[in-house]
């Protein structure tokens, strides 16, 4: 029996650039058999991005870190009967094209379960498949203006902002990994494949730190505080000699530590600081204390002072992505993988978060080269080599 959460469970994965590629690859970590259908020729857009040159976008390698490749165009007769024949060995066809692509090339939720009833299908798409902006366009940026997080971002005097990292995308791929777990399970005890209409927005919308509901119930609306708390301080990044700290204290039991960690030990007992409500409204105050004793000091000796073996507060240096490649808590929990490559030398992939006892890592460790995969998988619905060279030719895969 295999140690991998989802071996047996096949997915043929339709999706290209970041939100979509990010959920499969979650799954494939998980151990699921995912097929990348790629356009011929060109493939996925994110194939073309950063890398040595002529090689494979090194994001792209990172989003489809464990998947099979095939190239098929789906617009086409024959593609699409092709990708029908897949589905019919499939558990899950995830995509996310504009809201109304596949029902136009006749693959919609309907033509895929009367092939396969037990076929989940997932979509993921900026607004969904309903409602007025159902079909619009968008990307990362656009998901989270409209989801309300960027009016939530940004220091108070400056313009909104768009979290790092393509937050909006990443978001919307979690929700839609998630929703792929819940649906094979919900088939599992029900025996019915639900289809799955997720709009990037409403991802964004749900994750708005219960905003909207404290609005409503007492009016009070989510103005942008940097890198601030709207209810507790001091809750920020401080700048020491080399380097920014971040620190959080969010109950008065570590401000009572914090202020005896500074040696100002008389503040956590001042009647205008010892309650939360004091606190936060005193906010420049209490960041201006803690700001002039971090700004004298080196990261290392404020986190000795207010670390685990000092004060023990929420606390750790600002690190950049390319600084923690060699950072011994990720290190240690399998989060940093590097991985032979046969025309890059290595590639360092972000580890898989999910640590179930027992599990094995995913089959494959690489992502595909593009097309790698046709006579394999076509092989598996009984396509032959002299019928893959016609498909070739004619521009099919």
């Known amino acids: ?30 151990g699921a058999d995912v097929i990348k259908v790629e356009r011929p020729r060109t493939g996925d857009d994110y194939r073309h991005g950063p890398s ?30 092709l990708f029908l024949r ?18 136009g090339v006749g693959l919609g939720v309907d033509a895929i379960q009367a092939r396969n009833p037990r076929c989940v299908m997932a979509s993921l798409s900026g607004f969904g498949h309903s409602g007025p902006c159902a079909g619009r366009a968008s990307y990362d940026i656009v998901a989270q203006a409209g989801g309300g997080l960027m009016a939530m971002t940004g220091a108070p005097d400056g313009p909104p902002m768009r979290g790092g990292g393509a937050l909006g995308d990443f978001v919307g791929g979690l929700y839609l ?28 919308f749900a994750i708005t730190d219960s905003a909207m509901t404290i609005h409503q119930g007492i009016g009070a609306t989510s103005e942008r505080v940097g890198n601030q708390h709207p209810f507790a ?31 100002r030990p008389e503040l956590a007992a001042d009647p205008d600081y010892r309650s939360h409500r004091g606190r936060s409204q005193r906010r420049e105050a209490v960041n201006a204390f803690v700001a002039e004793w971090i700004r004298e000091r080196s990261c290392e000796a404020v986190l000795a ?25 990720l290190v ?16 360092v992939f972000h580890g898989n978060p999910l640590k179930f006892s027992g599990a094995e890592p995913r089959e494959r460790a ?32």
């Open 1 to 30: 029996m295999s140690g991998r959460l989802l071996a047996g469970v096949r997915i043929l994965d339709l999706t290209r650039v970041v939100a979509g590629p990010f959920a499969t690859a979650a799954l494939a970590d998980l």
């Open 52 to 81: 040595p040159l002529g090689q494979t976008s090194l994001a792209f390698q990172n989003t489809n870190r464990g998947k099979r490749s095939i190239t098929l165009d789906v617009r086409s007769d024959a593609g699409r009967e």
């Open 86 to 103: 897949l589905v019919e060995h499939a558990d899950v066809v995830v995509e996310n094209f504009r809201s109304g692509f596949l029902d």
């Open 177 to 204: 990994a998630f929703g792929i777990a819940a649906a094979l399970l919900d088939r599992e005890r029900c025996g019915r494949a639900r289809a799955l209409d997720l709009s990037n927005q409403d991802a964004i």
């Open 233 to 263: 301080a001091p809750y920020g990044c401080y700048a020491a000699r080399d380097g920014w700290i971040a620190v959080g204290t969010a109950s008065n039991k570590l401000f009572r530590a914090l202020c005896a960690a500074i040696g």
């Open 305 to 329: 002072a207010l670390g685990p073996e000092g004060a023990d507060l929420p606390c750790a240096r600002v690190e950049s992505p390319h600084e923690l490649v060699n950072d011994p808590q």
């Open 332 to 347: 240690a929990r399998g989060m940093i993988e590097r991985h032979p490559h046969p025309e890059l030398g290595e590639v």
């Open 366 to 397: 690489l992502a595909p080269e593009l097309g790698a995969h046709n006579a394999e998988v076509f092989g598996e619905i009984g396509v032959g080599a002299d019928e893959l060279a016609r498909l070739a030719a004619a521009g099919v895969v």
